[in-house]
Structure formats: C-alpha cells, structure tokens
C-alpha cells in the first residue's frame, strides 16, 4: 500500500504560478511512474503530466511550456510546477502513483488549484 498526500494548491491570478508538492510513503515496491492528474466537476480525470523513475517525462499538450514535473527518488516526492497559469488550469489536482504501467494504482486525496481571472 502507498500512501500519497499531496500540497501546495490554492488561489492564484491569471499568469501566476503554482508549485504542488506530493510525497509517497514507503513501499516495498519501487513507484515506477509518479503523475499529476487533474479533475472539473462533470469531466474524466485527466493526466496532467508524468514522470518515470528514470526521469522520463510526458506532458498533456495543454500544459507543455507551461508546467514541469520532477521528482526526488531518495524522498519519495514528485512536485509540479506550474506558470503561466489561466482560468482553463483551475481543477483539482491529484497525484498518482504506478507501480508497473498504465493507471496510477494508487491516488492522493487531491488538492484544489483556483485560477481567478
């Protein structure tokens, strides 16, 4: 079991910036993929960006240029940073852990992210 507790959402100002912050528990397992995924009320959840153990990374096209995903293996934490930030990028945030591929096996609780105009 891999617990995720996600920080950093809030409210912030057409152009400004966000950093969310996601820290996994330990785990006998090695988190082969860490995400960011993000959620508005009536929609699909949807992958933000991505990251491998080794580094590899994957980003939505709605966010490329604008955010950047990194993590700290040794920490077991995954931040996204977020510029240039618009009314379309205000959801709930959730980071997400895979172990193998695919999906994230398991999810944080999320964090609300508000881009005011």
């Known amino acids: 079991q891999v617990q995720l507790v996600e920080s950093g959402g809030g409210l912030v100002q057409v152009g400004g910036s966000l950093r969310l912050s996601c820290a996994a528990s330990?785990?006998?397992?090695?988190?082969?993929?860490m995400a960011w995924y993000r959620q508005t009320p009536g929609k699909q959840r949807e992958m933000v960006a991505r990251?491998?153990?080794?580094?590899?990374?994957e980003y939505a096209d709605f966010v490329k240029g604008r955010f950047t995903i990194s993590r700290d293996n040794s920490e077991n934490t995954v931040v996204l940073q977020m510029n240039s930030l618009t009314v379309e990028d205000t959801a709930v945030y959730y980071c997400?852990?895979?172990?193998?591929?695919?999906?994230?096996?398991?999810w944080g609780q999320g964090t609300q992210v508000t881009v005011s105009a």
């Open positions: 997400g852990a895979t172990l193998a591929w695919g999906e994230p096996d398991y």
């Open positions: 330990e785990s006998d397992f090695r988190i082969n993929y």
């Open positions: 990251i491998s153990y080794r580094d590899s990374t």
